[in-house]
Nanobody, 121 residues
């Protein structure tokens, strides 16, 4: 199973980015997917999760109302639209997949390599 995250970069505060996660080696339409992030010196934290059909989504309180998770199962891809970015959103963002179909805030089986998001003030 491979999860390839992309779309990170440098953006000014208030700007937007869209992260993508392309999955191979699994049928993403059967899998819950999620995004996590890890800032320097901090533990990895949950950002957002989505069920196999997009019917259930979860968000961390810190990103609720600013980030939107979505998926395109025909493309085996999950997205994270990030708006109103703040310097505290700076982190390496990782996508993750579950063996099961449901969304989760905690339990994932496969992890991608991460993409850097840097928000300047």
């Amino acid at each position: 199973v491979q999860l390839q995250a992309s779309g990170g970069g440098l953006v000014q505060a208030g700007g937007s980015l869209r992260l993508s996660c392309a999955a191979s080696g699994l049928t993403s339409s059967n899998s819950g997917m999620g995004w996590f992030r890890q800032a320097p010196g901090k533990e990895r934290e949950f950002v957002s999760g989505i069920s196999w059909n997009g019917g259930t989504t979860y968000y961390a309180d810190s990103v609720k109302g600013r980030f939107t998770i979505s998926r395109h199962n025909a493309k085996n891809t999950v997205y994270l639209q990030m708006n109103s970015l703040m310097p505290e959103d700076t982190a390496v963002y990782y996508c993750a997949a579950r063996k099961g179909p449901y969304a989760s805030r905690t339990s994932y089986d496969y992890w991608g390599q991460g993409t850097q998001v840097t928000v300047s003030s």
